[in-house]
């Protein structure tokens, strides 16, 4: 490897990471008037290669657009040994983070999410609530676009959104009355995509193929729209650098930059006088235990020794109906039709704590259906013939359109034997020590699977469904990752203050979904967004308070 003896010119920031949380950060910071430097190991997508206009769309989605690094297997994704993980992560490298093949789901976390510990007994309460990060919140919602209808009973009154709910379609209707039967909680899907032209976003297309990314540019990604306006307000993005580690003077106690390597394999450096990680819940904690020093033998700022401990990785069902009626249920966005809170909150009788949210989604295209149709077969002792040929044409004829869904979320409690760690032999193509993920689904996340897998199946049977298919829980479904370097107030028990500060190192911020204390039953990234609104917010006013004394 090429060494370069040379360094950059400091900057007020340094940015790891250019998803949701990188890209809000930067955007508001160098808004403050801050010169900003934002570090992305991924490069730039064009939209325009996105598969998902094209006729092998799915085809492309089983290798060059797999959501996971270890199918994949791109230069610039870094392998994860996942052999002791029942969940396999997904994640994707490339300016804009994983935002650019998101789902586009809106689910801000409700009000009992943030105390946990308060009401169940069990995990830990956030060191805020969600009415502190509520304003935040209808602040980023306006900044994606966010399309939906106004006055869901299941969340406490907010403003309203910026663009008109997207259509719920023949699926979301057919869902929708099955929960009306049952007398059951649903409301339109709120999305992260506009449903009409808003800030340089077309208006969604309805191809349901987000999670391929959106040939459009409709679906909300850091790309499209903020890093466009903040180049002009000087912002710095270095694409296709890789983070070895960030760099800790011992003698100030404080960052002061990091080290990385470009995409010609040359080592560099940037310094900064502020470090914020924003590179997920594997990458994190992965920089910071390979950034070992005198003061931290254990890894940067893990004095608390919880540094890539407590992971949650959002355990995740399907229960698909299959009706008579052509329910042109491709048609998408692959976020939601209509989604439900009805069984959200904790009830004992159930056997667990906690809950989740259901999305009715799109069922995809005909391979979508196959790989799932294909598992219910062999899972009920059929054969490969039942799946093969004439019958697999039957099949596609009597599914594909005329299938409505459920995607289950469902509220992943911490344990610190869930955990990320380096693994002591596996590399990236720069030979940087790679992660190892250790992860085990609990019994009160397989009750709670098998609970909510039950009452969506009753409900498509409300609606009309001729058969169901469910899958409890799905190893190829790891979207969500938090939690392994969490918000505290107490430093033995937290990695980060409120803000998002190390309690350590003064000058090292986190603000991915590391640091959320628990997970929720939702989709993370709108409350991922409003907290790292609350936390720049709270930044900009302390450097300012500064500058004024």
Known sequence: MAKSPESSQEVDVLIVGSGPSGGVAA??????????????????????????????????????????????????????????????????????????????HWVPFLPSDFRVRSLDGVAVDWPFDYY???????????????????????????????????????????????????????????NGMPSVPW???????????????????????????????????GHKLIAGARVREIIYDENRQRVTGAIYIDQNGRERRQLARIVILCANT???????????????????????????????MHPFGLVMGH????????RGPSGQLINTLQFYETDEKRGFVRGAKWGGMSAGGPLSSKGFIGAEVFKEGGSIEDAWGENWHKMIEAKFGRTALWAIIGEDL????????????????????????????????????????????????????VSTS????????GWHLLGTARLGSDPKASVLDQYGRSHDIPNLYV??????????????????MAVVHRQATHLIKQARNVEAA
């Open 27 to 104: 955007k508001m910071l160098v808004e403050a008037g801050m010169s900003v430097v934002t570090l992305e190991q991924g490069t730039w997508f064009d939209p325009g290669n996105y598969p998902g206009d094209k006729k092998e769309f799915e085809l492309a989605g089983g290798k060059q657009w797999n959501p996971s690094p270890n199918v994949r297997d791109n230069e610039r994704d870094y392998p994860i040994n996942t052999s002791e993980s029942d969940v396999e992560p997904y994640m994707q490298s490339a300016v804009g983070g994983s935002a650019t093949i998101w789902g586009g």
């Open 282 to 312: 594997i990458g994190t904690p992965r920089i910071l235990l390979n950034s070992t020093s005198k003061s931290f033998p254990n890894g940067l700022a893990n004095s608390s020794g919880l540094v890539g401990k407590n992971l949650m």
């Open 470 to 477: 469910v899958m409890p829980q799905m190893r190829e479904s």
């Open 199 to 233: 800030h340089g976003q077309n208006p969604c297309a309805r191809r349901g193929t987000c999670m391929f990314g959106c040939p459009e540019g409709a679906k909300w990604s850091p790309d499209l729209v903020l890093f466009k306006e903040t180049k002009k307000l």
């Open 511 to 528: 603000w991915d979904l590391s640091s959320f204390p628990t997970g929720a039953g939702a989709n993370p990234t709108a409350t991922l």
């Open 414 to 465: 911490p344990e610190e034997t869930n955990r990320v760690e380096i693994d002591p032999d596996l590399v990236d193509s720069d030979g940087i020590p790679a992660p190892k993920v250790i992860y085990k689904t609990s019994e009160n996340s397989t009750r709670m699977l098998e609970f909510h897998s039950a009452r969506a199946a009753e409900s498509l049977d409300a609606a009309g469904a």
């Open 323 to 330: 009706f008579n009626e052509d329910l042109e249920s491709w």
């Open 132 to 190: 502190e990060i509520l304003p935040h919140l209808e602040a980023v919602e306006q900044l994606i676009g966010a399309s939906g209808t106004r006055g869901n009973p299941g969340y406490p009154p907010q403003a309203g959104y910026p663009t008109p709910q997207i259509p719920i379609g023949k699926a979301g209707m057919k869902l929708a009355q099955g929960m009306d039967k049952l007398g059951w909680h649903w409301w339109p899907g709120l």
